[in-house]
Each structure stands twice: as structure tokens, then as C-alpha cells.
T-cell receptor, first 114, second 112 residues
Framework: GAGVSQTPSNKVTEKGKYVELRCDPI?????LYWYRQSLGQGPEFLIY????????DSGLPNDRFFAVRPEGSVSTLKIQRTERGDSAVYLC????????????FGNGTRLTVT | AQTVTQSQPEMSVQEAETVTLSCTYD???????LFWYKQPPSRQMILVIR??????QNATENRFSVNFQKAAKSFSLKISDSQLGDAAMYFC?????????FGPGTSLSVIP
């Protein structure tokens, strides 16, 4: 597809379970970003990748959160031992490497932890 | 650390009128970029306009323009001839060294 694809679009899980959220960026985009957005708030930075490596993971809230991008394309955000406070929309975005390139966002994954 | 502030949680405008959304940011960098994004209820974030900090000229995209005041670290968005389709959340964003951070957003309502 032409845009950023995120799957699943919605995920409901029980407290304590493990979840994986997938992001398929625009082909050729070297930078990939993960954000978390709670209701009525702005996107909160989690991590971004340049190629395969995490260039900045300072936004990951704790060690239950982890993200990978093994081949420099698709990325997976992994959350262990989910808590109700993890409930939010998780947004993925990709961009070209230049600093002024805009982010192209997916539609997000709405995660609900019951 | 860089921060982005949007002091207006909600704004409303009459259709066909003009509205200005405020944004301020804090940074010690001299080279950076600023963006406004729109997020309608569909959740898809859409780029509205961008501004390079080294450019003095304010960016313009059709009905959307910015007032960039680098010394004041201010970056407001003006929407002219407002349309019903402009109703959405608007986020100001700051980018330096490829890290992009967002403000808390302004919810814009357009009154027919």
C-alpha cells in the first residue's frame, strides 16, 4: 500500500498479558517512530529508528516496553505484562531521513487493557 | 529538554471566518523545524504546514499560514475562510535531529 499500515486496528487484552503491535512503513522511509496517544492528549514520543537501530528510545516508559525493526522496514512494538494504564492509541509514523521531512502516520492501534 | 505548549485546549470559529491557534516551544537549538498537524475524528494525522527555523518568511499553504517568531519561540497557525472540514484536533510539533515532539493539541470547532 501507499501509506503507513498498522495492525491490528484494535486490540483488547487482559491485564498481565503480552501484546505485539505492528507497523509497516512507507517503502523507502528510513525513519520510523512510535507514539502513544491518550484520549484528548497529544502524541507522546516513545522511540524512533533510523534503519534497524533505535536512534532514541528515551520515551519508552519502562522496561515492559520494547520495539524492534530487524530489517529496517517493519517494526513491532512489544508490551509485556500489560497494565490498564497502557490503554491508549499507539501511533506509528515514518519519514525520509532529512530533518524537515514530515511524518506520515498510520491510523494507529487502539489498545484496551481490561 | 524541548517542550511544546498549546495554551488553547478548545477554540471555535464561525464558518468563513478566520481563527488563530497558538503554539510556543522551548529549545536551546538554533536549527530545527516546526509543523502543524491536523487529526480529525478518524484518527489519521495529516500534515497541514511546515516551517524551517532558518527561514524568516512565514510558510503559507492555501488557507493556512503561520506567524513564526523565532526570538519569542512562537509558532501560531492562522486558518482563513474556515470550512466545516477544518474541525479537528490541531497539534503543533517541533523537530530537531529527527526527533519530533508534539504539543497537547487544540480542539477546533467550526460553527455553521
Amino acid at each position: 500500500g501507499a501509506g503507513v499500515s498498522q495492525t491490528p486496528s484494535n486490540k483488547v487484552t487482559e491485564k498481565g498479558k503480552y501484546v505485539e503491535l505492528r507497523c509497516d512503513p512507507i517503502s523507502g522511509h528510513t525513519a520510523l517512530y512510535w507514539y502513544r496517544q491518550s484520549l484528548g492528549q497529544g502524541p507522546e514520543f516513545l522511540i524512533y529508528f533510523q534503519g534497524t537501530g533505535a536512534a532514541d528510545d528515551s520515551g519508552l516508559p519502562n522496561d515492559r516496553f520494547f520495539a524492534v525493526r530487524p530489517e529496517g522496514s517493519v517494526s513491532t512494538l512489544k508490551i509485556q505484562r500489560t497494565e490498564r494504564g497502557d490503554s491508549a492509541v499507539y501511533l506509528c509514523a515514518s519519514s525520509q531521513i532529512e530533518n524537515n521531512s514530515p511524518l506520515h502516520f498510520g491510523n494507529g492501534t487502539r489498545l484496551t487493557v481490561t | 529538554a524541548q517542550t511544546v505548549t498549546q495554551s488553547q485546549p478548545e477554540m471555535s470559529v464561525q464558518e468563513a471566518e478566520t481563527v488563530t491557534l497558538s503554539c510556543t516551544y522551548d529549545t536551546s537549538e538554533s536549527d530545527y523545524y516546526l509543523f502543524w498537524y491536523k487529526q480529525p475524528p478518524s484518527r489519521q494525522m495529516i500534515l497541514v504546514i511546515r516551517q524551517e527555523a532558518y527561514k524568516q518568511q512565514n510558510a503559507t499553504e492555501n488557507r493556512f499560514s503561520v506567524n513564526f517568531q523565532k526570538a519569542a519561540k512562537s509558532f501560531s497557525l492562522k486558518i482563513s475562510d474556515s470550512q466545516l472540514g477544518d474541525a479537528a484536533m490541531y497539534f503543533c510539533a517541533y523537530c530537531s535531529y529527527d526527533k519530533v515532539i508534539f504539543g497537547p493539541g487544540t480542539s477546533l470547532s467550526v460553527i455553521p
